[in-house]
């Protein structure tokens, strides 16, 4: 399995931005995916997570309500919109994804729920 996130960019507060997941190598439909981010001197953060069913949905507390997180297995792609972006959202933004046996299907919010994972894309936020 091969991730590539792409979409970062450079946007100004307020402002929105979609991110995408490209996803190779076996059939997406049956793995979680997620978001996580690292901005500059700190540990990485969760941002989102969505089950392989596309039915259950996590989101990081500085996130929810701004932030959505979607999939569609046929074009192996999972998307993160981002809206009324803030400077504090800067960061390398990762894609992961994990398989999961039937029937667990589970939006896990942790690093560790995921194994495979991509390079990432860098979104700064300008105040």
């Known amino acids: 399995v091969q991730l590539q996130a792409s979409g970062g960019g450079l946007v100004q507060a307020g402002g929105f931005l979609k991110l995408s997941c490209s996803f190779s190598g076996r059939s997406m439909s049956s793995y979680a995916m997620a978001w996580f981010r690292q901005a500059p001197g700190k540990p990485r953060e969760f941002v989102a997570a969505i089950n392989w069913k596309g039915d259950e949905f996590n989101y990081g507390d500085s996130v929810k309500g701004r932030f959505t997180i979607s999939r569609d297995n046929a074009k192996k792609l999972s998307s993160l919109e981002m809206l009324s972006l803030k400077p504090e959202d800067t960061a390398v933004y990762s894609c992961?994804?994990?398989?999961?046996?039937?029937?667990?299907?589970?939006?896990?919010?942790?690093?560790?729920?995921?194994?495979?994972w991509g390079q990432g894309t860098l979104v700064t936020v300008s105040s």
């Open positions: 992961a994804a994990n398989i999961q046996p039937r029937p667990i299907a589970r939006a896990i919010p942790t690093e560790g729920g995921y194994f495979y």
